[in-house]
T-cell receptor, first 117, second 114 residues
Framework: GAGVSQSPSNKVTEKGKDVELRCDPI?????LYWYRQSLGQGLEFLIY????????KSGLPSDRFSAERTGGSVSTLTIQRTQQEDSAVYLC???????????????FGPGTRLTVL | AQSVTQLGSHVSVSEGALVLLRCNYS??????LFWYVQYPNQGLQLLLK??????LVKGINGFEAEFKKSETSFHLTKPSAHMSDAAEYFC????????????FGKGTRLHILP
């Protein structure tokens, strides 16, 4: 079956522009997570969704970052007024069981490599 | 708060030699622990996990890790390195029953010498 997919795989943008990154989780997975992988910070948690709800947004680096999930499926991570320090690989993961219910393996997508010039 | 420390950002071993990647964790509650591998230009793949069952955990590709509560460690080992093991390895921790977010270590890049 299909795994987690992300699009685009690569995105190059100019400083100050807005970008949208998309994540398609595994069908039926209720939980969805966003992580960022950068040279300076390693892998860091950004936000998670249980269904369409994001209970904890404290991992988002700044108010330029936002995310939404619709229909309990696709999620979009939006970065407004991009800065060079936003350059990173953005990873999405999904898991089957509701968050916190039991051991919940997260399956990762291939990531979107964002380069801000 | 949970955290993970991986000792050594780069580790080199000869093909056929023992692989040992070190990981120490900090958690105020019994954690779940993971090792992930990332091959060049690929996503993260779960190697193995500890979820409070057996302390010696076997994973894919011949890797295993032992949870040692007294040492707060979860080191990853493989008896005999293969060239295909060259990749970046991440130790990670999560707290069961909460938000399941995974806290990753900085990663260790494993180089295999011929």
């Amino acid at each position: 079956g299909a795994g987690v997919s992300q699009s685009p795989s690569n995105k190059v943008t100019e400083k100050g522009k807005d970008v949208e990154l998309r994540c398609d989780p595994i069908s039926g997975h209720t939980a969805l997570y966003w992580y960022r992988q950068s040279l300076g910070q390693g892998l860091e948690f950004l936000i998670y969704f249980q269904g369409n709800s994001a209970p904890d947004k404290s991992g988002l680096p700044s108010d330029r970052f936002s995310a939404e999930r619709t229909g309990g499926s696709v999620s979009t991570l939006t970065i407004q007024r991009t800065q060079q320090e936003d350059s990173a690989v953005y990873l999405c993961a999904s898991s089957l069981a509701p968050v916190g219910s039991s051991y919940n393996e997260q399956f990762f997508g291939p990531g979107t490599r964002l380069t801000v010039l | 708060a949970q955290s993970v420390t991986q000792l050594g950002s780069h580790v080199s071993v000869s093909e056929g030699a023992l692989v040992l990647l070190r990981c120490n964790y900090s958690s105020s509650v019994p954690p779940y622990l993971f090792w992930y591998v990332q091959y060049p230009n690929q996503g993260l793949q779960l190697l193995l996990k500890y979820t409070s069952a057996a302390t010696l955990v076997k994973g894919i590709n011949g890797f295993e890790a032992e949870f040692k509560k007294s040492e707060t460690s979860f080191h990853l080992t493989k008896p005999s390195a293969h060239m295909s093991d060259a990749a970046e390895y991440f130790c990670a921790v999560s707290v069961p029953g909460r938000d399941d977010k995974i806290i990753f270590g900085k990663g260790t890049r494993l180089h295999i010498l011929p």
